[in-house]
């Protein structure tokens, strides 16, 4: 068998002069399938040698095979976990490891090389920019792997499939198959140019694709979707722009699943504040997704945990077993995230289901700073229903949930009960300063502001200052026990306007024609969720 190590011109020459069959496989670098175009390609051969091998026409077009690691160059989803928590986030993570065989014509080696030159020259000699070869990257995946956009250009302008699908038999390390001891290769994944692009992190590669008309929802065998690559990478940029070109922010795979979770629970687990109200904003499914609220709460995000509930999200969901009772208070108080429980409290989180068969709500009046937590929530809303009878936007059921006593001490109960009762009288002094006192230069009273709905909410926002005071940090001192509760009344009606805003801006032209008072009769039919439906619509349209 011939040998191609240390291939140059004056060895081509020689080689050529004897005659040799120009196809013949030879050995190149301990590799037995290489034939002389292969081996000068690969060896950085000049220009002229390759010139003098194509002057005897060659099989362009031969494959070649080269053993080796699949996850070498970060071919699969590898999304690292680099949230310091030494968790596993998910099965999303971790590398896909494998060997297989790959089959390179010369073209491929050109690319790898990038030899823009050699390139050229091959297209010259016809060789094919679509080679369909099995166990391998396309052409253009490998030049989107070598990250030089005048190559993926060159490519694209010789006619390279944007939406070739490459697919890989790996034969994997930590398992292998076996039948009569023979190791099966096992077809494990599927990739799509914009696929490699995404993983790359390359934008202006993903540009380069979608506007030379890849599919930006392509899928691929057992690989996720480019917008979730984007999202688990945590790359908005891209997120933002395939969102931007129809990447479906719901879509599932061919058989109605997810891969692992939907695009706005990785973006939660990733703790990307930005890119969960991105996908939102392209209406990210909320209304069925309880495991969000759950994945922020295990995260310890306080930030996401706000907006999610702010949107409107389940505090009682059901946890992704279908377990009942109030399981995402469960979680923050096995947790102690202080922070996340008292917003669960003001939220309207449940503490009247018990938490397990054998463990009900008033256990966790037993346990140090939560007992405290607790008890303050029970008795500010207790108080506050006194005064309101019923809240539209604040959720008073807690106060109908009983602090027990009954294991105390004799002693303890009646420290209990004192506390109990200077806490009432903070409580309704408090109120009493509500009742009193305007917002800013307003003629609305604190008080009068919590018993607003949410249409009249919306529209006490827009009073800038009103929403100075309510944004602002003093809010907080002037009213310490119903600053949060505040809060959150004064956020979700900024919510509401923003929804309003979008609808109002996508159909400015026919709202502008119809009575103010006609368009706000109009609104007032219409819910959040509604909203958010409308404004999905008319952004797909």
């Avoid at 690292?80 to 297989?100: A, L, Q």
């Avoid at 809240?391 to 209990?416: G, N, Y």
């Avoid at 103010?516 to 952004?539: A, G, T, W």
Wanted: one cysteine or more.
């Amino acid at each position: 068998m011939l040998n191609f190590d240390g291939i140059n011109h004056e060895i081509i020459e020689k080689l050529i002069s004897s005659g040799v069959d120009i196809n013949s496989p030879g050995t190149y670098n301990k590799n037995n399938s290489y034939t002389i175009l292969h081996a000068a390609i690969d060896n950085n051969c000049e220009i002229k040698s390759i010139k003098l091998i194509l002057g005897k026409n060659p099989n362009v077009n031969a494959l070649m095979q080269k053993y080796g690691p699949i996850d070498d160059d970060k071919d699969g989803d590898d999304s690292d976990d680099d949230d310091d928590d030494n968790d596993n986030d998910n099965e999303m993570d971790g590398k896909w490891i494998g060997n297989s065989f790959r089959n390179y014509s010369p073209l491929h080696i050109a690319v790898t090389k990038n030899r823009l030159d050699i390139v050229e020259l091959l297209f010259a000699n016809d060789a094919d920019v679509n080679i369909q070869v099995d166990n391998c990257h396309s052409v253009l995946n490998t030049a989107i792997k070598t990250e030089n956009i005048g190559l993926i250009k060159l490519l694209l302008e010789a006619g390279a499939d944007v939406n070739h699908i490459s697919f890989f038999k790996v034969e994997p390390k930590k398992q292998t198959y076996y039948l009569d001891n023979t190791p099966i290769p096992v077809k494990l994944r599927g990739f799509a140019p914009l696929h490699v692009a995404t993983k790359r992190n390359n934008l202006e590669a993903v540009k380069l694709l979608i506007n030379e008309g890849a599919d930006p929802n392509i899928e691929a065998k057992n690989n996720p979707f480019a917008l979730l690559m984007a999202v688990c990478d945590r790359n908005y940029e891209i997120v933002e722009f395939l969102l931007e070109h129809g990447a479906d922010v719901n879509r599932k795979n061919s058989f109605g699943y997810y891969i692992g979770y939907p695009p706005l629970n990785f973006a939660i687990q990733r703790n990307r504040l930005d890119i969960v109200k991105l996908l939102i904003s392209y209406g990210a499914e909320t209304k069925d997704n309880g495991e969000a609220i759950y994945i922020a709460i295990e995260k310890k995000n306080f930030k996401i945990a706000k907006f999610l509930m702010k949107l409107g999200f389940d505090v009682n969901v059901p946890d992704r077993y279908g377990n009942s009772g109030p399981v995402p208070l469960n979680l923050a108080l096995e947790g102690f995230y202080f922070e996340i429980i008292e917003l669960l409290l003001i939220n309207g989180a449940d503490l009247n289901p018990p938490l397990t068969p054998d463990e009900s709500i008033a256990h966790i009046f037993y346990y140090g700073e939560l007992n405290k937590i607790l008890k303050e929530h029970i008795i500010k809303v207790r108080v506050l229903k006194r005064h309101t009878g019923k809240l539209e936007i604040v959720d008073l059921s807690a106060s109908e949930v009983e602090i027990p006593h009954d294991e105390w001490e004799e002693e303890e109960i009646q420290k209990a009960e004192v506390w109990l009762e200077s806490y009432e009288l903070q409580c309704e002094e408090e109120i009493q300063k509500m009742q009193r006192e305007m917002i800013g230069t307003s003629r609305l009273s604190y008080y009068e502001f919590l018993k607003k709905n949410i249409y009249q909410l919306e529209t006490y926002v827009k009073n800038a200052s009103i929403a100075t005071v309510l944004s602002g940090d003093g809010i907080k001192k002037a009213f310490p026990i119903y600053s949060a509760i505040l809060k959150n009344c004064f956020e979700k009606g900024v919510l509401r306007k923003e929804l309003l805003e979008q609808v109002e801006k996508h159909l400015s032209d026919i709202l502008s024609k119809l009575p103010h008072s006609v368009v706000i009769e109009i609104f007032s039919y219409l819910k959040n969720d509604d909203l958010k439906r409308f404004i999905k619509y008319l952004k797909m349209n």
